[in-house]
């Protein structure tokens, strides 16, 4: 349907804008409602439409949205301001909050918006017109092909930072639920989990919904050096200043010099009261993101390292709690949870052991939450999932959202077809190989907190890559904290006694950057490593050998110097080549052993590459030569293998520190 609802009043619209409504919008859209708006002294007028059913099916626009104009020559970022106006005078209408229409006087309203999304990637999907394109004759493809142009176009799967807004937000409504509800119940919690996973878009979540409901909180930024590089007592004060912060608030509270050691645990007691009956709010919630910056034993900073900084600010807050309960809760979050896994500190009780759940992990996405999210935003950007992909992206990304997101940005970079477009299996295992094979630094980046503080998990991640159950087993069996981890991060399952990874994408780098350390080799494994382990060192090595003799003793003599080693036949046969011709494998035919011997001779040049043990580098060349293409034919026994292993991991080591 289309065209004007009857009781829609256009009596205070100016001409041009009622000009547009009527014979443009009203020919496209259905509209429903009209009016005014005045925010900073500027007017503005707008409608609300109605979109047909063309486009709910192209851009998953269901609900009426706002069309906005625009009456000034230059678009102001604040202007975005008055949509969230407009949505708020409606709270009855549930208004589409994906996207709105911009039309204004601006003649490079186009270039204005493109320059707001760089700086917030989080806004909504502005589709813009100029007064200007707007003729006097209508074409309903021009406003269709501009929606195309915007939804299309714009990857909303490729969000880096945390998501602080409502809007792109999905599948954690159940925990921020249990977060509040424990804060409302005076508990205290924790919320820990691998890198990418959510945390802070959760703790985000946590206050959207708790100020909603009038309870105060604020989100404490470990990381920041304006908190953590204050000693513990001037941190309490920079807490109550972001509490004043970043909920508004205007109330007198103590200068810093007033937050002393010996008055600080009162002054801060003091503050908050003072807060709360300014506010009339329910407790305040004390969100502490990225805590590890401030733990014991693990912070970069050596004042919070050793432990008096943190023990005496957590003992603060803790004996405030126990007096006054419903003065505050807190929340801690991090990777690490190794703040609340201490029970001693530098032989003093830890004074949050058993204040905070050590087991509270950002849980994984279920198929139902993949589904919910990539299908919605799929259908935005004009891409519909196949029902497999759903379950293919939790079996292969282990319902980890950033990772899910990121490769879906990559299917929709790699659909260079018309849109709307449809993505099967073929498309998704393309774009997942591709993905993997440029984005192992998301990998490296999960595993940083277990590679960093808790490394025998992370080699026991290795072991199981390398299905090396055997090990994997015997440190599990050890003792259960090791797999604790593992778990609760979401890495592993356990069923019946039985491990396995969750995220198929981790274990395929681990097995990737690890494939030289599998065990149970058959020969055809041991000759596959062999051949691709000497094909990546050789090139390397006659790079560096031929510049190095190079540099000491020119072109001619390192030329005359190479031939001596290769022997009459071919010293003959490559005089007239130059010294690059004799290194380049498809023009010379120059050995390994070749290399060997003229490292061996030359060694005085070559020890700060090699190190000072001139027989063991020989002897490391020989035993990669005995392992030759021509040698094939041979039976490699797994203590040949070892001896091979051991012998080109040295040589790859001194070649990669070379290059």
Known sequence: MKGIYQKTDFSNFPLVEKRITEKFLAKEFLITRSDKIEVSKSNYYFVIVKPPKIYSDLFNVV?????????????????????????????????????????????????????????DPEVQLLVPFSYDDFPEEFNGEFIKNKFKQYFFTRDLFSFQAELKKELYFFGRNEIIQKLATKHKSNEN?????????????????????????????????????????????????????????????????????LYLSSKA?????????????????????????????ITFQVSHLEQWKRGYEFLTFWQSLRSIFQKESNLFTFLIAGTNPKSVEFTTINGTDNPIFELIQRDSYVPSFSVKQIEEMVSFLGKIMGLSFDDTIFSKLKEDFGGHPFLIRQV??????????????????????????????????????????LKNFYNDEYQMLEFLALDDTKTFNEFAAISPNYTTHLKGYGIIDENNGSYHFKIESVKN??????????????????????????????????????????????????????????????????????????????KSIIFFDDLRKVVYTEWNNFENIFGKNKSEIDTYMIN???YRKDAHAKNISDDDMALFRVSISKLEEYVENYL
């Not at 058959?522 to 790079?543: F, Y």
């Not at 003799?549 to 036949?569: D, P, Q």
């Not at 010293?571 to 380049?584: C, G, N, P």
């Open 63 to 119: 609900r009426e949205f706002v069309v906005l104009f625009s009456p000034y020559e230059e678009f102001q970022p604040r202007t975005l301001q008055v949509i969230d106006k407009i949505h708020n005078s409606f709270p009855g209408l549930r208004l589409e909050k994906i996207c709105t229409v911009i039309i204004s006087k601006c003649k490079n309203i186009e270039t204005v918006l493109r320059e707001i999304l760089h700086s």
């Open 408 to 449: 879906c940005s990559h299917i929709h970079k790699q659909v260079k077809t018309e849109r709307p477009a449809r993505v099967d299996k073929i498309i998704y295992e393309a774009a997942k190989t591709q993905y993997n094979r440029d984005n192992a630094i998301y990998n490296e980046m999960i595993l940083e907190v």
């Open 189 to 257: 919690s924790g919320l820990f989990g691998l890198r990418k996973t959510g945390k802070t878009s959760i703790l985000h979540g946590v206050r959207r919904l708790l100020n909603s409901e009038g309870t105060l909180s604020v989100i404490i930024n470990c990381q920041s050096p304006e908190f953590n590089l204050k000693s513990w007592n001037f941190a309490l004060h920079y807490i109550i200043k972001e509490i004043k912060s970043q909920n508004g608030i205007i109330q007198k509270v103590r200068e810093e010099k």
């Open 624 to 626: 990669i030569n005995k």
């Open 509 to 586: 780098y681990l097995c990737e950057k690890k494939k030289y350390k599998k065990i149970g080799l058959t020969q055809q494994d041991k000759l596959r490593e062999i051949s691709e382990r000497r094909n990546l060192l050789e090139p390397k090595l006659r790079t560096i050998i031929r510049q190095i003799i190079f540099s000491k003793h020119g072109g001619n003599e390192a030329k005359k110097l190479v031939l001596k080693i290769m022997g009459t036949e071919r010293e003959r046969k490559y005089y007239s080549k130059t010294l690059k011709e004799i290194f380049d494998g498809d």
């Open 265 to 293: 645990v009162e002054s801060f007691e003091s503050d908050l009261k003072k807060i709360l009956a300014k506010s009339n709010s329910n407790g305040i919630l004390l969100i502490f993101d990225e805590i590890e910056h």
